[in-house]
């Protein structure tokens, strides 16, 4: 089967993923993870996306964007990763894939399935059970979603702000406090479809994704895990 064919929406929100090559810990050492956010906040800046969160791990990555002009998201990703291999090769003096093949694309529908998708990324580390909570990993869009900078800024607030209709940077903040709270008072577990699913949203939405996207055959599945029974669905080959 040849590649799936990458459809973008200009203004739509996509969680994307990427694996280091063969599953192998390649940003285990910080000065790598440093690299890939300092290259991330130059994207953002050079090809004018917005990211609405983010995580570095040791072994893959997270992103949460949109982009007014969607085909920037795709090229701002090439310069990220492609820097990040140059220059771990460079700093290994080796050569060598960085990256697990392509990285994966999800959209995901704005509103109560942009917040799961955003706090599924905040909660990764604590996932893996490297962390107990966010802020202790220095690698992610959390600090920045409680503390923005006004320099090096990489999220963008104010898209994030409009996407979910909340009104303003107060109510964000008391937000974002209270539902944290509330996802780390339960047991966090990994679900695949945010990383294999073409789309992410309720039923009708999925439907209208798949007609948008020129997709004829598809299923649309519900989660059975009655927690999370509010995604909907995930719309899959």
């Known amino acids: 089967m040849g590649r799936r064919k990458r459809c973008w929406v200009d203004a739509a929100s996509y969680h994307i993923t990427h ?6 810990f390649l940003f285990r050492f910080e000065k790598y993870r440093n690299y890939y956010v300092q290259k991330l906040y130059e994207a953002q800046c050079k090809y004018n996306i917005d990211i609405f969160n983010y995580v570095v791990t040791s072994n893959h990555i997270h992103l949460l964007v949109s982009a007014r002009k969607s085909e920037n998201i795709s090229r701002a990703l090439q310069f990220v990763h492609g ?3 140059l220059f771990h090769n460079r700093e290994r003096h080796g050569e060598g894939a960085f990256w697990t093949d392509r990285f994966h694309s999800t959209r995901i529908q704005d509103g109560e399935h942009l917040v799961h998708c955003l706090f599924y990324i905040d909660l990764n580390m604590v996932r893996a059970k490297v962390v107990t909570h966010p802020s202790k990993w220095k690698h992610c869009g959390h600090h920045e979603l409680m503390h923005p900078n006004n320099r090096y800024r990489i999220i963008n607030r104010q ?7 909340i009104p ?3 109510s964000f903040e008391r937000w974002y406090i209270r539902v944290l709270s509330e996802k780390l008072s339960t047991k966090s577990y990994r679900q695949q ?3 294999k699913a073409i789309a992410v949203g309720d039923d009708e939405w999925l439907k ?7 997709i004829k055959r ?3 599945f519900e989660h059975e895990n009655s927690k999370i029974n509010f995604l909907g669905g995930a719309l899959l080959f």
């Open 168 to 170: 303003d940077m107060k």
């Open 159 to 165: 898209r994030l702000l409009e996407k979910l209709a």
């Open 193 to 195: 479809f945010w990383s």
């Open 218 to 220: 598809y299923k649309i």
């Open 83 to 85: 820097s990040m291999a």
């Open 19 to 24: 694996r280091c090559h063969g599953k192998n």
């Open 208 to 214: 209208a994704t798949a007609i948008k996207m020129g």
